[in-house]
């Protein structure tokens, strides 16, 4: 697979709602939920933009008064859905599709981020460098590159998507090698 084949393989559609940050920290924020998932993540405190953190992250939610959220679906078209897929391919997949939609938004939310004195909300783990400094103990490299997802400050994803978006989070079936119809990325700019 190739990364001519992957770009054939879906299109993205984007969203975007505003919300106060009062209100999204009142239905959608639960920092223990989102702690338990990340303690069983490789990337617990490997990785600067994930916990733990050794300050009080929480102070975000009150720090800005709106949240405008990003969503992204990856909609996988026909041809797609019916192959299966080895995990290499996969990987490759979600690397060319997720991951490069996620960076391409981010670049622009980092204008965002400075236009209005905000702050970026990615999505998973910060890939700017080929490993992270956090390994070796060393401090961040480029900290106006790292940026914090929604999830690692307690916004819980799945309840965000139903609630703000009307939408269901989808998985990968592993087993199968099969990608859902959609999936999809959840960013935000705090401000
Ligand atoms: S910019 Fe580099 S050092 Fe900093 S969090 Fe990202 S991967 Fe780690």
């Known amino acids: 697979m190739n990364l001519e084949e992957v770009g054939k393989l879906y299109t993205p559609e984007k969203m975007m709602e505003t919300i106060t940050t009062r209100e999204y920290k009142e239905k959608y924020v639960d920092f223990e939920v989102t702690m338990k998932a990340c303690r069983e993540c490789p990337n617990y405190s490997k990785n600067w933009a994930c916990p733990e953190f050794y300050e009080d992250v929480l102070e975000n939610w009150d720090r800005y008064e709106h949240l405008d959220l990003y969503l992204t679906k990856i909609n996988f078209t026909r041809e797609a859905l ?7 391919d996969i990987e490759f997949i979600i690397n060319n599709t997720l991951f490069l939609e996620r960076n391409k938004l ?8 400075k236009a209005r004195n905000g702050k ?8 700017v460098c080929d490993e992270c400094s956090r390994i070796t103990g060393q401090p961040c490299r480029y900290p106006d590159k790292c940026h914090n997802s929604i999830e690692s400050l307690g916004g819980l994803v799945s309840d965000t998507l139903k609630g703000v978006f009307g939408e269901e989070i989808k998985w990968i ?3 199968n090698g099969k990608l859902p119809v959609n999936l999809s990325l959840l960013m935000g700019l705090l401000y």
């Open 173 to 175: 079936d592993m087993e």
């Open 82 to 88: 019916s192959a299966s897929y080895d995990m290499d």
């Open 106 to 113: 981010i670049s622009q939310l980092e204008e965002e981020e």
């Open 120 to 127: 970026c909300l990615s999505a998973g783990f910060c890939t």
